[in-house]
């Protein structure tokens, strides 16, 4: 269980996050992680609770093995049999096309489009290959093989791409391959010529022979690539092919003499896997694309990019993290100009509350006296409402300490007077509908659950009932995707969590952004990763969404994880932070998936001391 951890000696009680050296993680380079698996098929015993999230919702679907899990194969990639050429191929370097990228990498491509290999500094990273590399596809709700794109291969400049239809599978793909100083970057689409909804997995690989090779986990834990099962640092979810999904963005493997690391940006958010298979000797990334009409900004299409980077042999996966901050440096730009503890109490009756180097006050803010609290206000942060908002905000300037205003973004708390035992989801929604009556916050929140609230594959909003210390009832979970359609009777969650006209003017701009000013210095965004794992099957939605659907592991239906939604509006929030020259701060992040880490200036969690040193090596990492 997550926990607070509290601090004695002190007038008021002080929350720290795991934080080293007093400081978030944010763009400071401090601590912890997500727990990574070795093997896909030979899960460790159990999975910690990364999320503090010990409530389960009620109509969420299990993550089980789908039939077509069964291997019979000897060999297999991504848990799917592959079948081999009828020779092992060798690497033609004669009749290949050449791309060569940053770091001594060079991509070799068959002009027909049957086989891609590597080479770094001269070094080839296998002599042959008993398996097609390049793009390969699988229709996953037909039960498929794994599938070679074969598409010939165009030459533009010194760059690459291939396009055109699969035969036999009704789709498309375009892809461009791009060379820059760090590697190769392929970037491309997928698209659907059916017109029905598909549940497709996407694949590149490359082959590496796994003699002398290394799989690093993160950049403390790594093992040798060897064994019958894909090698993967992973955390399950209901969703997609197996059941499983990437967390970090990179990987990387390394031999005596070089490494590969395969990588995706996070500014993309996709349900991805980076996996290395033993059986296949193949060095992978795929993408579990549900593709539907329904996403109105790209119909029947899914959008892919990833990069292709050496990796120093001696430096690992740590090498590999650093060649991804060179990549994307826009990911890791530090905003906070003062670095600190993190605090959540009154700080007013402390007397020299400069000698304790606090930072980040967390805190309630509203400067219209407020009757009670509303969703997710909890015991813990304390409440500066009407003239007692003010006298905060103003001892916090007189410190040079950063306020930031508390709350949660994608949960609905619903009270519910019954015990825990007699509630239903009927009267859950009589609850909702009583509660769309306020003319207050929670008011605006359950007017937004019909337009914004998550749906499971029955249709049905996605619920769990709960006896927390902040809520006696239900918690729903609502998109809060800015660009949801809304009307005065049915709000926009994101709209509802942030008012961008600033009517109780709180904030007082800032030419330079971090800067710790007058007036409230930006937004705390508290259980991120308790909710961020959940599925949306809601379909009215996909039309808003700006990135791929995935689909779900037991009925291959399509669906939207709520991760890609939050990244919307952190994106969102961002821009109209930095506006005024502001920043934002968050809990429980990252914990499942990472694609809000470009937008949020100073991430935290509340933890115990007892942090995992795989935990540990994933915050570090995504601070970098």
């Known amino acids: ?44 015993a159990a999975e910690e609770d990364l999320t503090g999230a010990n409530q389960k919702d009620a109509n969420a679907p299990k993550a089980k093995k789908h039939a077509s899990r069964k291997v019979l194969s000897p060999y297999s990639m991504d848990e799917s049999p592959m079948d081999a050429l009828q020779n092992d191929r060798p690497m033609d370097k004669a009749n290949a096309a050449q791309l060569k990228g940053g770091n001594g990498l060079v991509l070799n491509a068959a002009r027909d489009g049957s086989m891609q290999w590597v080479e770094v500094e ?80 996407l694949y590149y690989a490359l082959p590496v022979a796994k003699q002398s090779l290394t799989w690093h986990q993160d950049v403390r834990t790594k093992r040798p690539a060897s064994g019958s099962q894909d090698l993967i640092t992973s955390k399950t979810l209901a969703a997609g092919a197996i059941g499983a999904h990437s967390f970090y963005p990179v990987c990387a493997v390394t031999n005596d003499q070089a490494g590969l690391s395969l990588s995706i940006p996070m500014d993309r958010p996709v349900y991805y896997r980076l996996a290395y298979s033993p059986s296949t000797e193949m060095l992978y990334v795929v993408f579990d694309f549900a593709l539907s009409p329904t996403t109105k900004k790209f119909p029947s299409k899914a959008a892919f990019s990833f990069n292709i980077m050496p990796v120093d042999a001696q430096w690992g996966f740590r090498s590999a993290l650093d060649r991804y901050y060179a990549a994307f440096p826009q990911f890791f730009t530090k905003k906070v100009q003062k670095e600190g503890i993190w605090v959540y109490a009154d700080l007013r009756p402390i007397k020299n509350v400069e000698d304790f180097g606090v930072q980040f006050h967390e805190a309630n803010v509203a400067l219209k006296p407020v009757e009670e609290e509303v969703n997710g206000k909890d015991a813990f942060s304390k409440n500066f409402y009407g003239k007692e908002g003010a006298s905060a905000l103003a001892f916090d300037d007189e410190h040079g300490i950063y306020t930031f205003r508390y ?51 029955n249709q049905q909003f996605t619920h769990a009932f709960v006896d927390l210390g902040w809520v006696h009832g239900a918690r729903t979970t609502q998109n809060p995707d800015p660009d949801l359609p809304e009307t005065a009777e049915a709000p926009n969650r994101a709209h509802v969590n942030f008012d961008v006209n600033d009517k ?24 991120l990763g308790v909710f961020t794992d959940k599925l949306n099957f809601a379909r009215d939605q996909f039309a808003s969404a700006d990135f791929p659907l995935t689909f779900s592991l037991n009925l291959r239906k ?7 939604s939050l990244a919307e509006f952190t994106k969102w929030l961002q821009a109209e932070l930095y506006k005024r020259g502001k920043i934002m701060m968050s809990n429980f992040y990252p914990k499942t998936f990472c694609f809000s880490c470009p937008y949020i200036d100073a991430m935290g969690t509340e933890t115990g001391w007892n942090e995992t040193d795989a935990v540990s090596n994933y915050y570090r990492a995504m601070s970098g």
């Open 558 to 564: 399509p669906c939207l994880v709520e991760e890609w």
């Open 504 to 527: 109780e003017g709180l904030y007082v701009n800032d030419e330079v952004i971090g800067n710790t000013d007058k007036g409230l210095d930006g937004e705390y965004l508290d259980s």
């Open 122 to 201: 001269g070094k080839a990273m296998a002599a042959s290959a008993a398996f097609p590399g390049g793009f390969l596809l699988r229709d996953v709700a037909a039960e498929g093989k794994v599938t070679p794109a074969a598409l010939e291969l165009k030459q533009q400049g010194e760059d690459f791409s291939q396009s055109g239809e699969i035969a036999g599978m009704n789709l498309k793909l375009n892809a461009q391959y791009k060379s820059f100083d760090g590697g190769i970057t392929v970037s491309g689409e997928l698209e659907d010529t059916s017109g029905t909804d598909r549940a497709i997995s």
């Open 407 to 457: 709350f949660t973004p994608m949960p609905f708390n619903v009270e519910m007077p019954q015990p825990k035992k007699e509630r239903t989801y009927d009267l859950l929604m009589k609850a909702i509908d009583e509660a769309k009556k306020r003319n207050d916050q929670k008011g605006k929140m359950a007017r937004a659950q019909d337009s914004c609230g998550l749906k499971d594959e």
């Open 1 to 44: 269980m997550v926990r607070r951890i509290l601090l004695a000696g002190f007038v008021t009680t002080f929350c720290v996050s795991s934080l080293l050296a007093g400081t978030p993680w944010r763009r400071a380079r401090a601590a912890a992680s997500s727990r990574p698996t070795s093997l896909k098929a030979s899960q460790p």
